[in-house]
């Protein structure tokens, strides 16, 4: 089983107490803001998120990490790679993307967890190049991705939502030289 460690977080799977807190996080209007149509989701939406996260690990060999503070055991949210299938335009491709309490956020934790996650793709799953995809008027997501080494790729519409999007792009030449 992966598992990932940076100075203050460990990125691991999924377990059932996670499903509380995530749903908390999940809740938050502000949080949701940004993710597909606004819409908050409840305890069972989480559960059934976890469920299909746990599975894409299963069949893709890579995905969402819970994300945990280690100095506490609480968790934050999540970080990691799935596949972009709201955005077929991108498609073959494989995203980098977060999503954490609003309590955590502004301590650079999506950063230090995008670049272990990065890394994790890159170098132990081989992967040739990551996307990351934000919401026009998503900054603080948008510089992330640039901290990431991530360069504008494409700036589109969202055929889910009607929403306009901004794709970022890092291959894994563009990673090693970095």
Same mark, same amino acid.
């Given at each position: 089983?992966?598992?990932?460690?940076?100075?203050?977080?460990?990125?691991?799977?999924? *377990?059932?107490?996670?499903?509380?807190?995530? $749903?908390?996080?999940?809740?938050? %209007? =502000? @949080?949701?803001?940004?993710?597909?149509? #606004?819409?908050?989701?409840?305890?069972?939406?989480?559960?059934?998120?976890?469920?299909?996260?746990?599975?894409?690990?299963?069949?893709?060999?890579?995905?969402?990490?819970?994300?945990?503070?280690?100095?506490?055991? *609480?968790?934050?949210?999540?970080?990691?790679? $799935?596949?972009?299938?709201?955005? %077929? =335009? @991108?498609?073959?491709?494989?995203?980098? #993307?977060?999503?954490?309490?609003?309590?955590?956020?502004?301590?650079?934790?999506?950063?230090?967890?995008?670049?272990?996650?990065?890394?994790?793709?890159?170098?132990?799953?081989?992967?040739?190049?990551?996307?990351?995809?934000?919401?026009?008027?998503?900054?603080?997501?948008?510089?992330?991705?640039?901290?990431?080494?991530?360069?504008?790729?494409?700036?589109?519409?969202?055929?889910?939502?009607?929403?306009?999007?901004?794709?970022?792009?890092?291959?894994?030449?563009?990673?090693?030289?970095?």
């Amino acid at each position: 089983m992966v598992v990932l460690e940076t100075p203050r977080l460990t990125l691991r799977r999924w *377990r059932e107490e996670d499903v509380a807190p995530m $749903a908390a996080v999940n809740a938050d %209007p =502000e @949080v949701m803001r940004w993710i597909r149509d #606004g819409s908050v989701r409840d305890e069972r939406q989480t559960r059934d998120g976890i469920a299909a996260w746990e599975h894409d690990w299963e069949t893709d060999g890579f995905g969402l990490f819970a994300l945990e503070i280690r100095a506490t055991g *609480r968790l934050a949210g999540f970080t990691g790679l $799935a596949v972009p299938r709201f955005l %077929p =335009e @991108v498609l073959p491709a494989v995203e980098i #993307g977060w999503r954490l309490g609003r309590d955590h956020w502004g301590q650079g934790l999506a950063t230090e967890s995008a670049q272990a996650v990065a890394a994790f793709g890159f170098e132990d799953r081989g992967l040739e190049r990551i996307v990351s995809i934000a919401q026009v008027g998503n900054a603080a997501s948008e510089r992330i991705m640039v901290k990431l080494g991530m360069r504008l790729e494409r700036e589109t519409v969202s055929p889910g939502t009607g929403r306009r999007v901004r794709v970022f792009e890092l291959s894994a030449d563009e990673y090693a030289a970095a």
